[in-house]
């Protein structure tokens, strides 16, 4: 057990290193002009940054389980977590995207419209049933499964 946790360990370092990379070009992607480039980076900051976590932790813990731990084989690893972990999105640190001037909200009315009387729902048709025989059904062969 403990040589194929040494192999997972190898395995994963290289995963977890390209993870990282990734996640770190994601974040500096916030900083972009091109709306497009923020806009991926928002949307494949987090998920990478939990999957290089992931990874991490596998790294750790197959470390620990081949019998490979000692204090400069955890060091990388602790430290790419670390990193991973920094470079996580938070609220304050995502800047807004760059829009063009924004059009002037409507003025509220004076007076709240009176509710709207509310229709009656419209009847749904019926779901087809799984069972009914459509005229442009072919027959089944017969002894087949689904032949009566």
Request: hydrophobic share 55%; proline share 14%.
């Given at each position: 057990?403990?040589?194929?946790?040494?192999?997972?360990?190898?395995?994963?370092?290289?995963?977890?290193?390209?993870?990282?990379?990734?996640?770190?070009?994601?974040?500096?992607?916030?900083?972009?002009?091109?709306a497009?480039?923020?806009?991926?980076?928002?949307?494949?900051?987090?998920?990478?940054?939990?999957?290089?976590?992931?990874?991490?932790?596998?790294?750790?813990?197959?470390?620990?389980?081949?019998?490979?731990?000692?204090?400069?084989?955890?060091?990388?690893?602790?430290?790419?977590?670390?990193?991973?972990?920094?470079?996580?999105?938070?609220?304050?640190?995502?800047?807004?995207?760059?829009?063009?001037?924004?059009?002037?909200?409507?003025?509220?009315?004076?007076?709240?419209?009176?509710?709207?009387?509310?229709?009656?729902?419209?009847?749904s048709?019926?779901?087809?049933?799984?069972?009914?025989?459509?005229?442009?059904?072919?027959?089944?062969?017969?002894?087949?499964?689904?032949?009566?």
């Amino acid at each position: 057990m403990s040589a194929f946790m040494h192999d997972v360990a190898r395995a994963s370092l290289p995963v977890a290193i390209a993870l990282l990379a990734f996640t770190a070009v994601a974040r500096a992607a916030l900083w972009a002009d091109d709306a497009a480039v923020v806009r991926l980076g928002r949307q494949y900051l987090e998920p990478l940054s939990i999957w290089c976590v992931g990874a991490v932790g596998v790294q750790l813990f197959a470390l620990v389980a081949a019998g490979d731990a000692g204090a400069l084989s955890l060091l990388l690893p602790i430290a790419m977590g670390a990193a991973a972990a920094l470079l996580r999105p938070s609220e304050e640190d995502v800047p807004a995207p760059a829009a063009g001037p924004r059009k002037a909200a409507p003025p509220a009315p004076a007076t709240p419209p009176s509710a709207p009387v509310p229709s009656p729902p419209a009847p749904s048709p019926a779901p087809a049933s799984l069972w009914v025989k459509r005229a442009d059904d072919e027959p089944a062969r017969n002894g087949s499964l689904w032949s009566r």
